[in-house]
């Protein structure tokens, strides 16, 4: 079993930056690739950001790329979302998760997600 914990989120204006973590517990946590998603109120949950368990590969969305970096840290099982340059249709509620997906942009291949973190980005 895996638990995960997302913080990070906050109100920023546009332009802003935020760092989102997420924290697992679980020995198998490693093992596991760890991928971002984001849902804003009414929308479908969209994937934002993934990366291998040993996080020396990365895949991001057309939203993400050159504006979002995701990383992680097996030694001390946080991964995190640094996200730059935010607009205010980045506002939503951005979810942890890990699994072993074949697809990685597809949510429902993941076996664990977090409660997420709010992101609100004001003009």
């Known amino acids: 079993q895996v638990q995960l914990v997302e913080s990070g989120g906050g109100l920023v204006q546009a332009g802003g930056s935020l760092r989102l973590s997420c924290a697992a517990s679980?020995?198998?946590?490693?093992?596991?690739?760890t991928g971002w998603f984001r849902q804003a109120p009414g929308k479908d949950r969209d994937f934002v950001a993934a990366?291998?368990?040993?996080?020396?590969?990365?895949f991001y969305s057309d939203l993400a790329k050159g504006r979002f970096t995701i990383s992680r840290d097996n030694a001390k099982k946080l991964v995190y979302l640094q996200l730059n340059s935010l607009k205010p249709e980045d506002t939503a509620v951005y979810y942890c998760?890990?699994?072993?997906?074949?697809?990685?942009?597809?949510?429902?291949?993941?076996?664990?997600w977090g409660q997420g973190t709010q992101v609100t980005v004001s003009s």
């Open positions: 679980g020995r198998t946590f490693s093992s596991y690739l």
């Open positions: 990366t291998n368990w040993r996080g020396d590969s990365t």
């Open positions: 998760a890990a699994g072993l997906p074949r697809d990685v942009i597809l949510s429902n291949q993941y076996n664990y």
